[in-house]
């Protein structure tokens, strides 16, 4: 039933290598730049008061319930008519940025909104200026609490990049389309292309997670009590 | 000769939006289906069913929908089977969306307390007794809201089968893109239709979040 020749897609496996190697560039450039548009719209959002909060809220609706697809056409399509012109690797990349920036929006907002306001008042009766609240009370415990659904969003541009391939953008899918084209080993093609977007979005995963537990460290609090005293025998005793 | 982006052209829209639809629905149903297969084979209490099905879920949530697309477009006529478009269409959504149904499902059926089942098994009810009565009502109201909110998430991933060849809304934007050369007028109405289909949803996909919480606090 299946006769699959892997041989023709390993002899153009360089290109498809290139191919992700751009899905990587793009990924890594529009999760850094989407992440920080939606920490900057949610802190924004946050400080407004609730009257002005409509644009951030009509920028994240908008963007989440229309297809990355047609954000893309409207960019890559749309733009020059206004006598912008784009490429389509940057029409990707701001399509990508702006998608990702709406989605972190709503996921800073979350943990921003989690955090308690007696949190905040406590703060401030400890002289913190504004800046140190927001960095230390705010910004750390609402991106730890909201870090898992960061992860899975950050993974899902990394698989939404293959889009770009509908503009021409020459990325893993665009490097796989024309792959297949060229040898019509299309199966054997996207099955390459599917197990190394499989790997890529495994890696980002464990990386980021990892990444997370460097960076916040494990939910444990620390000993109210200092490391020399317990090595007294007695209050180990007694904290056991 | 260029024509105008007029009512004639938005009702060309407004028809392929069917499609779109019957992709939605259809991936939906099957998918469903399919998701809760993974769901339950996910909490089975066979180790190497709850393995296979841990790695269905990592590899679907790990390639992308077009990826899919792809491998079940070329892949099932290689097979011999020789199918139309939108077939295998629906049927790639459909895999695209047991993986993220079974995912959510998944977690809606662990979420019931575990006393529950021993409660239920004390009651000597057999296991498919002990989902029927016990976890599956209570797991739904648990399940619906992210449910409503994949489902969002489904009807704009229908954009990407026009690749194929699927004239659905993304695809007739496009032709009409082509007799026009009106891109942003057009993409803005293409955009408009996916947001009226998208924002009830996500709006409804919240109202059941905050009626469960509620009922959670109570």
């Known amino acids: 039933m299946f006769d699959l020749q892997f041989a023709p897609v390993i002899a153009s496996l360089p290109a498809l290598l290139q191919g992700l190697w751009l899905t990587v560039k793009l990924s890594f450039i529009a999760i850094v730049c989407g992440a920080s548009l939606g920490l900057i719209v949610a802190m924004l959002r946050s400080m407004a008061p609730p009257k002005l909060r409509w644009p951030a809220n009509i920028y994240v609706e908008l963007i989440r319930n229309t297809p990355f697809l047609v954000q893309l056409y409207i960019i890559f399509f749309g733009l020059p008519s206004f006598g912008v012109k784009v490429t389509a690797v940057e029409a990707g990349l701001l399509a990508m940025t702006i998608n990702l920036g709406a989605y972190s929006t709503e996921i800073f907002r979350a943990g921003i909104d989690s955090i308690h306001r007696s949190q905040i008042e406590a703060a401030q009766a400890l002289a913190l200026t504004p800046l140190q609240i927001f960095r230390h009370i705010v910004l750390k415990p609402a991106v730890q609490k909201v870090w898992p659904s960061l992860v899975s969003q950050f993974v899902l541009i990394m698989l939404t990049s293959s889009v770009c391939s509908f503009i021409s953008v020459e990325e893993l899918s665009g490097a796989a389309n024309t792959i297949q084209s060229a040898t019509f080993r299309s199966f054997e093609t996207y099955i390459i292309a599917g197990l190394m977007y499989l790997a890529l979005a495994i890696v980002l995963k464990v990386g980021l997670f990892a990444a997370g537990s460097y960076i916040f460290g494990r939910r444990t609090r620390k000993p109210l009590l200092p490391a020399s005293a317990m090595t007294s025998p007695i209050l180990k005793d007694a904290q056991s | ?218």
């Not at chain 2, 769901?39 to 929908?65: D, H, N």
């Not at chain 2, 009810?125 to 409503?148: E, F, K, M, N």
């Open chain 2, 1 to 218: 000769m260029i024509r105008d982006f007029g009512l004639q052209e938005f009702w060309f829209l407004i028809t392929a939006t069917r499609w779109t639809l019957v992709l939605t629905i259809a991936a939906s149903i099957l998918g469903g289906i399919l998701g809760l297969i993974v769901a339950l084979a996910r909490v089975s209490v066979f180790p190497w069913l709850r393995a296979t099905a841990a790695a269905y879920i990592t590899v679907v949530q790990g390639i992308p929908a077009l990826i899919l697309l792809f491998l079940s477009y070329y892949g099932l006529s290689k097979a011999g089977y020789d199918l139309s478009p939108i077939v295998a269409a629906s049927i790639s959504l459909s895999i695209y969306a047991s993986g993220y149904l079974g995912d959510i499902w998944r977690g809606a059926i662990q979420s019931v307390p575990l006393q529950q089942w021993e409660a239920s098994t004390s009651l000597a009810l057999t296991r498919g007794q002990q989902y029927r009565h016990i976890i599956l009502p209570q797991s739904i109201r648990i399940a619906l809201p992210p449910t409503v909110g994949f489902l969002v998430q489904l009807v704009k991933n229908t954009s990407v089968v026009s690749i194929v060849g699927v004239v659905e809304l993304a695809r007739s934007g496009q032709l009409i893109n082509n007799a026009t050369f009106q891109p942003f007028r057009v993409f803005i109405v293409v955009a408009t239709i996916y947001f009226a289909i998208c924002y009830p949803l996500s709006v409804a996909s919240k109202h059941f979040e905050v009626k469960f919480n509620a009922y959670r606090a109570s």
